[in-house]
């Protein structure tokens, strides 16, 4: 296979965007050093976004990451008639006046892979009264029911149908009203669900077991803004007092605190140093616990986090939880540095139950990791256990080598970018376009770092 796109030839241009079917050949053994900026959180930027149908003029938005989950979202704003202009370096203007019914079909063609279609329902809801999901897809780190989603909308008063293609939504003579929801799990998504739907719903609405993630604060932040009132307490509780009408906002999106984790973890794996521009202490206070019980360094700085390994790699014992626990986003490139450790980590995934799987490629290069699929209990857990949860025994220092591997979703993918580059030899990452679902960017960093790599395809 002839590589097309060298790495000097990605730092000389604009990055063009990935296919899914393109591979890297990626040369290890050399650390990650230097400086990468990161800008909007993807899991705020495309809720924002979303949030725009509900105003009834412009909104801004600032720091927004390019990444194809942000393409996918406007492309289902604009099938829905919503103007949205890129201003270039992050800001997007949207403008919802001429919001209309999308058919079927064109929903399903524009959302992809993505799950996103879900948050637009209460929206459209409210604007239009019908909605319409087509079959979800994402990354395959196992099931992500939308019942919560589903429930929660029949609480204020949808009326759900579900068709072959899809589940259609229609709102009740009158509209929505408040009701008061319990979710069994403190889910973002349907977390997200419930404030997208609740703003403009008669009445109040009380949300009992939140999630109450930085980005879910954030998009609160954005609602706020627009007009909605809305309060918290300290024990997942969450009130939304319904309004009339909402305007437009003009807002920064909260930094990705997925993706300055995953250099953070990067700079672990490769005993490199990274400089994280836009990285913020208070968001990542628990990742930057683990990372130093793990072995790394970081300095606090007014403009970003640096990271490096401070000495010898630990074993640490990590549980994945809601926040503000450890995230499970975070665990994946986490566990690459791990395997250079001395000794035994484990790490009990308690969030969703098939994200281990990416540690099979992981022994592939010369890793020691043994899944438990139903997890284990033992002595020093925190996290309460959960039916679908897993664990990953991790033994090191294991030497990785290059290896051919496929990527699997987008944090895993991105881990075997990592591992790849952590190797001696030479690897190849196929199916790479998963990657950009989540990092802006990716081929540029890794060129800025001085990675070494060629692009097939």
């Known amino acids: 296979m002839k590589p097309l796109v060298s790495a000097s030839d990605a730092a000389n241009s604009t990055e063009p965007a990935a296919a899914p079917g393109q591979a890297l050949v990626i040369r290890g053994g050399r650390p990650l050093t230097g400086r990468v900026d990161v800008k909007g959180a993807k899991n705020l930027a495309t809720k924002a976004m979303v949030a725009a149908l509900l105003g009834e003029s412009e909104s801004v938005l600032r720091d927004v990451p390019e990444i194809s989950d942000v393409n996918v979202v406007r492309s289902l704003l604009e099938v829905h008639g919503v103007r949205v202009d890129d201003e270039g370096d992050g800001v997007l203007r949207l403008d919802p006046s ?11 063609a524009h959302a992809g892979a993505s799950r996103i279609p879900i948050l637009f329902c209460g929206p459209l809801l409210h604007l239009l009264g019908e909605a319409f999901i087509p079959d979800l897809g994402g990354c395959r780190i196992g099931d992500r029911p939308i019942d919560f989603h589903l429930d929660a909308l029949r609480s204020f008063g949808a009326v759900v149908e579900k068709l072959p293609s899809g589940i ?3 709102a009740p003579e009158g509209g929505l009203t408040g009701a008061n929801i319990e979710l069994p799990y403190p889910s973002v998504g349907a977390t997200e669900q419930v404030l997208l739907t609740a703003v ?3 009445g109040t609405t009380e949300l009992r077991n939140a999630a109450i993630e930085p980005e879910i604060m954030d998009l609160i932040a954005v609602l706020q803004k627009m007009g909605a009132i809305i309060s918290y307490e300290p024990n997942r509780v969450i009130f939304i007092e319904g309004v009339d009408r909402l305007e437009g906002y003009d807002h920064r999106c909260i930094f990705d605190r997925n993706e300055a984790a995953s250099w953070a973890c990067a700079a672990l794996a490769t ?4 400089f994280v521009a836009g990285a913020k202490q208070q968001e990542m206070l628990t990742f930057l616990n683990v990372y130093r019980k793990a072995g790394g360094s970081f300095d606090i700085q007014e403009d970003g986090i640096r990271f490096r390994r401070g000495e010898a790699l630990k074993p640490v014992v990590v549980e994945t ?21 001395a000794g035994t980590s484990v790490v009990h995934e308690t969030v969703y139950e098939n994200r281990l799987g990416f540690t099979q490629a992981l022994n592939k290069m010369g890793a020691d990791i043994v899944v438990h699929p139903h997890g284990f209990a033992s002595p020093e857990r925190r996290v309460p256990r959960r039916e679908l949860e897993q664990a990953a025994v991790i033994n090191g220092p294991t030497p990785l080598h290059g290896a051919d591997v496929v990527v699997p979703d987008l944090r ?3 881990s075997y970018v990592i591992a790849a580059l952590a190797a001696e030899g030479e690897s190849i990452v196929r199916n790479i376009g998963i990657i950009r679902r989540g990092y802006e960017k990716i081929l540029d960093k890794l060129t800025a770092l001085g990675a070494d790599f060629d692009v097939l395809g």
């Open 200 to 202: 403009r719903a008669k």
């Open 412 to 414: 895993g993918g991105y």
């Open 321 to 341: 939880d809601v926040h503000p626990g450890f995230m499970t986003d975070w665990q994946q490139p986490l566990i690459v540095a791990l395997t250079q450790a």
């Open 98 to 108: 001429g919001a209309v019914s999308a058919h079927m079909e064109e929903i399903d």
């Open 271 to 274: 005993d490199g140093d990274i």
């Open 168 to 170: 259609r939504l229609s």
